[in-house]
């Protein structure tokens, strides 16, 4: 069965500093992967999707960027943190169209 | 562009007392709707799914039917329990897409 795993779970960092979270998923080939913030309070904001290896796209423009090296690896970085980077980040995958979309645990971020 | 709008919260209800959470859509094409949910700390599970007009999506005593004619997806359960408390999301996927489109979420109490 397909898993998903995110981490880490929790994170504070400094404002100024980098961020790096990675996401991988079990159990599937050429999943398409997501990357989702949620504000505190608020509803999800898509940041990246990508449909293969190196093809990665932005939803909005911000203060974060998003990889993937490998089928079903994705990370979401920054090089410099802001206050406003703080939320709730959400890795998803799904496979094919149409289809639903399956979430890992989520990582709380805090920059202070 | 495609959307999703759904009603907002809080809502607080007694145990044993009927849900009803609005959910209405814009979209191009065809989509596929759903239900997902979210439990406090964690990442968000799908609930449940229809993917054309008419269908009924069913999960944990929760249903909700896709009515192309209202352009609607209202989530309904008889008799919601304590443990029912969580926010819950409406979300589309237009047709031929990948990107799931979600709703502001509509968090739900349930008293004892």
């Known amino acids: 069965s397909q898993t998903i795993h995110q981490w880490p779970a929790t994170l504070v960092q400094p404002v100024g500093s980098p961020l790096s979270l990675e996401c991988t998923v079990e159990?599937?080939?050429?999943?398409?992967l997501y990357w989702y913030r949620q504000a505190a309070g608020r509803g999800l904001q898509l940041l990246f999707y990508?449909?293969?290896?190196?093809?990665i796209s932005s939803e909005v423009p911000q203060n974060l960027s998003a990889s993937r090296p490998q089928d079903r690896q994705f990370i979401l970085s920054s090089k410099k943190l802001l206050l406003s980077d703080s939320g709730f980040y959400l890795c998803?995958?799904?496979?094919?169209?149409?289809?639903?979309?399956?979430f890992g645990q989520g990582t709380r971020l805090t920059v202070v | 562009g495609d959307s999703v709008t759904q009603m907002e919260g809080p809502v607080t209800l007694s145990e044993e007392a009927c849900l009803t959470i609005?959910?209405?859509?814009?979209?191009?094409?065809?989509?596929?709707l759903f239900w997902y949910v979210q439990y406090p700390g964690e990442g968000l599970q799908l609930l449940l799914k229809a993917t054309k007009a008419d269908d009924k999506g069913s999960n944990k005593g929760f249903e909700a039917t896709y009515r192309k004619e209202t352009t609607s997806f209202h989530l309904e359960k008889g008799s919601v329990q304590v443990s029912d408390s969580a926010v819950y999301f409406c979300a589309l996927i237009d047709t031929g897409g990948f990107k799931t489109i979600f709703g502001a979420g509509t968090r739900l109490f349930v008293k004892a």
């Open positions: 159990g599937t080939s050429n999943p398409n």
């Open positions: 609005n959910c209405t859509y814009t979209a191009t094409g065809y989509p596929s």
């Open positions: 990508s449909i293969g290896i190196d093809q």
């Open positions: 998803a995958w799904s496979v094919l169209v149409n289809t639903e979309a399956f």
